[in-house]
């Protein structure tokens, strides 16, 4: 049995809503939180920077005033996503910001910085780090994190390349602590299906961009409802490390999405490839998206990965 800290237990359901970029605002955050699932975005969408101290208070306190309503049922706590890369010349002032909220979890990416674990743990607060592969992994805990977040292939955004069964197995080999999996998990019984493997968590993004709340064009949402796996295109041109794009949305930008140059990954930026931009003008999305078929609610989306988890789980019992 893995080692789960306390701000970890309770869920409604083992769901951490991943962060991301552009599209995660405290109006999403706090829906996700509120339907029992770790809600979270990145420090990086809050612009300009002062802008990141307004959105942690209004969390903080949209929290907390929910909570004393429905002590019964409270919400799950928060996280936000640090990308520690040596381009993020913001990292010192949010984790300032972090800390004086107490984020209760903090997910790193890109890189593994020690002095971000030190913070964060000086108030009591857990890391999560984002690892593609078992070699990073092993970096991201000698050097402090709590937990770990496995990317596996078919995730969105800056995606793996690696199977999830691959990626779970060999990280269980040695590490006990949290662990979430990444990687089209779109329905309960996929949720399911990562306990089973052996992960704590599911990490799940892209079905959340066709909600209400995620800051997503309409087109956008459309794209995601619209889209199936064949729709997914991995490339690193964009920011110069590999992720998940919508095709369409490379089609719109003048590009041809199957035959795509490569990009120098020393050159990471977060500005796109000529006019185009990652991940405004070229949306990120995983390979999951094929069951997502309506734009909805997050909490409404919440209810029907909870049915059919519970469904899954039922069937599981009836077939032993």
């Given at each position: 049995?893995?080692?789960?800290?306390?701000?970890l237990?309770?869920?409604?359901?083992?769901?951490?809503?991943?962060?991301?970029?552009?599209?995660?605002?405290?109006k999403?955050?706090?829906?996700?939180?509120?339907?029992?699932?770790?809600?979270?975005?990145?420090?990086?969408?809050?612009?300009?920077?002062?802008?990141?101290?307004?959105?942690?208070?209004?969390?903080?306190?949209?929290?907390?005033?929910?909570?004393?309503?429905?002590?019964?049922?409270?919400?799950?706590?928060?996280?936000?996503?640090?990308?520690?890369?040596?381009?993020?010349?913001?990292?010192?002032?949010?984790?300032?910001?972090?800390?004086?909220?107490?984020?209760?979890?903090?997910?790193?990416?890109?890189?593994?910085?020690?002095?971000?674990?030190?913070?964060?743990?000086?108030?009591?607060?857990?890391?999560?780090?984002?690892?593609?592969?078992?070699?990073?992994?092993?970096?991201?805990?000698?050097?402090?994190?709590?937990?770990?977040?496995?990317?596996?292939?078919?995730?969105?955004?800056?995606?793996?390349?690696k199977?999830?069964?691959?990626?779970?197995?060999e990280?269980?080999?040695?590490?006990?602590?949290?662990?979430?999996?990444?990687?089209?998990?779109?329905?309960?019984?996929?949720?399911?299906?990562?306990?089973?493997?052996?992960?704590?968590?599911?990490?799940?993004?892209?079905?959340?961009?066709?909600?209400?709340?995620?800051?997503?064009?309409?087109?956008?949402?459309?794209?995601?409802?619209n889209?199936?796996?064949?729709d997914?295109?991995?490339?690193?041109?964009?920011?110069?490390?590999?992720?998940?794009?919508?095709?369409?949305?490379?089609q719109?930008?003048?590009?041809?999405?199957?035959?795509?140059?490569?990009s120098?990954?020393?050159?990471?930026?977060?500005?796109?490839?000529?006019?185009?931009?990652?991940?405004?003008?070229?949306?990120?999305?995983?390979?999951?998206?094929?069951?997502?078929?309506?734009?909805?609610?997050?909490?409404?989306?919440?209810d029907?990965?909870?049915?059919?988890?519970?469904?899954?789980?039922?069937?599981?019992?009836q077939?032993?």
């Amino acid at each position: 049995m893995s080692k789960v800290p306390s701000v970890l237990k309770g869920l409604r359901i083992p769901v951490i809503g991943s962060p991301m970029f552009i599209i995660s605002t405290p109006k999403l955050v706090i829906a996700q939180c509120k339907a029992g699932i770790v809600g979270s975005m990145p420090a990086l969408n809050a612009r300009p920077a002062s802008q990141l101290d307004e959105w942690l208070a209004e969390i903080t306190e949209s929290l907390a005033s929910y909570n004393a309503s429905h002590p019964e049922h409270p919400a799950a706590p928060f996280a936000i996503n640090q990308i520690v890369h040596k381009s993020n010349d913001r990292l010192e002032q949010d984790m300032e910001v972090c800390v004086k909220y107490k984020v209760p979890i903090v997910i790193t990416s890109l890189g593994a910085r020690e002095e971000v674990n030190v913070a964060v743990h000086s108030y009591g607060g857990v890391v999560l780090h984002d690892v593609i592969n078992n070699t990073f992994a092993h970096k991201a805990i000698a050097k402090g994190a709590d937990g770990l977040i496995a990317v596996a292939a078919g995730a969105g955004g800056h995606a793996g390349a690696k199977s999830p069964f691959a990626l779970v197995q060999e990280i269980r080999e040695w590490f006990d602590g949290p662990l979430a999996l990444s990687g089209s998990i779109a329905t309960g019984g996929a949720v399911l299906a990562a306990q089973a493997m052996g992960a704590d968590f599911a990490y799940i993004g892209s079905p959340f961009i066709a909600t209400h709340e995620a800051r997503a064009s309409d087109e956008y949402k459309q794209a995601i409802v619209n889209g199936t796996s064949d729709d997914i295109v991995y490339t690193n041109l964009f920011t110069g490390v590999h992720g998940n794009y919508l095709a369409p949305s490379i089609q719109a930008a003048g590009l041809d999405p199957t035959s795509l140059p490569e990009s120098d990954p020393s050159k990471m930026n977060f500005s796109g490839a000529g006019k185009a931009k990652a991940w405004k003008d070229i949306w990120g999305s995983g390979q999951g998206i094929g069951v997502v078929h309506e734009v909805t609610s997050a909490a409404a989306f919440v209810d029907k990965l909870y049915r059919e988890y519970l469904e899954a789980r039922e069937r599981c019992l009836q077939s032993v």
